[in-house]
């Protein structure tokens, strides 16, 4: 079964400084991999996703994301972070035929002035 | 622009009572979800539709119903045998190809007291 697993509930960088979110997941198929950003009492954002293309996925807003089959992961990342980037974020994996998504608990970032 | 509808933004409901959340979505998308959000549970799947007429439940259905009598809809019933029912909830659209991601509505909030 595949499952998705966000490190830190909580994590909390100041401004300018780099942003690193990590998701790890496992699958027995080739996975589909996404980030979606959620900012309070909204819907989610769709940040980036992996489909196989290339290992390094550049999303909007500055972010990116590389996959890295070795270590099953697919962690986030901005070089500055912006006092705007405040907000929950969200990894998630597709490798069912049914065309569900796997969800991570999710990781709030907080920007620090 | 199209995109996906959730009314209202805000529900309030007194315990005992089914409420109706709205959903509709002009994207021309085959397959709607329904997601329930809870602090810290990340997000928790009702139910999903691929096709009108159609739908499956998921991890949660129970307390809840759907209809998908056409395309662009899906509403969610809760129901008074939904145990605590206080929550955020999404709807999501994707096409059907497989490795689309997931559009979501902003979401509402029902509050029961």
Redesign the interface.
């Given at each position: 079964a595949q499952s998705v697993t966000q490190l830190g509930?909580h994590v909390s960088v100041s401004e300018g400084a780099l942003v690193l979110l990590r998701c790890n997941y496992s699958s027995s198929v080739p996975p589909?991999l996404?980030w979606?950003v959620q900012y309070p009492?909204?819907?989610?954002?769709?940040l980036l996703?992996y489909?196989s293309a290339a290992t390094l996925v550049k999303g909007i807003n500055g972010f990116e994301a590389e996959f890295k089959k070795s270590e099953t992961s697919f962690h986030l990342t901005k070089p500055s972070a912006h006092m705007s980037d405040a907000a929950e974020y969200?990894c998630a994996v597709?490798a069912d035929s049914?065309?569900?998504?796997i969800?991570?608990?999710?990781t709030k970032l907080i920007i620090k002035p | 622009d199209g995109g996906?509808t959730?009314s209202p933004k805000y529900l309030f409901r007194k315990e005992g009572q089914n409420v109706t959340l709205s959903c509709e979505q002009n994207l021309n998308h085959d397959?709607m979800y329904w997601y329930r959000q809870d602090p810290?549970?990340?997000?928790r799947?009702i139910y999903?539709s691929?096709i009108v007429n159609d739908f499956?439940k998921?991890d949660i259905a129970e307390g809840y119903s759907v209809s998908r009598e056409k395309k662009e809809s899906f509403p969610l019933t809760v129901t008074s045998a939904q145990k605590n029912p206080t929550a955020?909830y999404?709807c999501?659209s994707?096409p059907?190809s497989?490795?689309s991601?997931?559009?979501?509505?902003?979401?509402t909030?029902l509050t029961v007291t």
């Open positions: 509930s589909y996404f979606y009492n909204q819907g989610l954002q769709l996703k489909t969200f597709s049914n065309y569900q998504l969800w991570g608990a999710g | 996906i959730q397959a810290g549970q990340g997000l799947l999903y691929q499956q998921g955020f999404l999501a994707k059907s497989y490795n991601p997931l559009h979501f509505g902003n979401g909030r």
